[in-house]
């Protein structure tokens, strides 16, 4: 079965693979990011495997791929546009057997498709798994920028938002009706709590979190 929410790209993708001899069944995606619809119809699939065409370029779409990875046992061939990195570690660790790129020619498709239908492993595992150490390293750097971000007082965290807007010390004052000094004081407070040297640091960790998971910001002090 094929799952996209590329709906003319995953009928021209099933329609080639019935060709050389697949039964395929296309699921169903509606309009918009949610996959719960598409998770529905997993519960009463009968297939051999399942193929996923999403590109995980969002920490968002990288949620959704999981989820739905996770709502069918059986083995997942992930096709994505996103390129080998920590990401293609994600669709491991949430159960895809295998993982290639979008591009990868329809044969070589056909083929994975029957050996993982057979029980056969993913014959590229190994380099998998070298994304898989990388989507951890990822995951625990997110983490810590978080854990930072988290530290923050609700007014500081307004004062970095703003910063983050282009908003000066002066516009601030302004907008939250205090004084420069306070703010001043806010803002070397975020500094010291995010452990950062700059009001252009503090923005990038700020905008490390939002990032796409294949490229997590470094963000030193």
Do not use: C, F
């Not at 495997?49 to 989820?67: G, K, N």
């Amino acid at each position: 079965m094929l799952a996209s929410d590329l709906r003319l790209v995953v009928e021209a993708v099933a329609a080639a693979l019935s060709s050389r001899g697949l039964r395929v069944a296309v699921l169903t995606w509606p309009r918009g990011p949610r996959v719960e619809p598409v998770q529905r119809q997993l519960e009463a699939a009968v297939a051999d495997v399942a193929v996923l065409l999403y590109d995980v370029d969002m920490s968002l779409r990288m949620t959704e791929a999981s989820a739905l990875i996770r709502s069918w046992s059986g083995p997942w061939l992930v096709l994505t546009g996103s390129s080998p990195g920590p990401a293609w570690g994600g669709l491991k660790i949430a159960g895809a057997a295998a993982v290639r790129p979008s591009n990868m020619p329809l044969a070589e498709v056909e083929m994975l498709i029957r050996r993982l239908a057979a029980g056969e492993p993913d014959p590229e595992a190994t380099a998998l798994a070298d994304h898989v150490a990388s989507w951890r390293a990822v995951q625990a750097r997110h983490g810590e920028l978080q854990r930072r971000l988290d530290s923050l007082a609700p007014r500081e965290l307004q004062v970095l938002m703003l910063l983050q807007e282009g908003v000066r010390v002066q516009g601030i004052a302004r907008r939250l009706g205090l004084s420069e000094t306070t703010v001043r004081s806010q803002v070397r407070a975020v500094l010291r709590k995010l452990g950062v040297r700059s009001q252009l640091r503090a923005v990038a960790m700020l905008h490390a979190i939002a990032r796409s998971v294949d490229d997590p910001a470094s963000v030193d002090g």
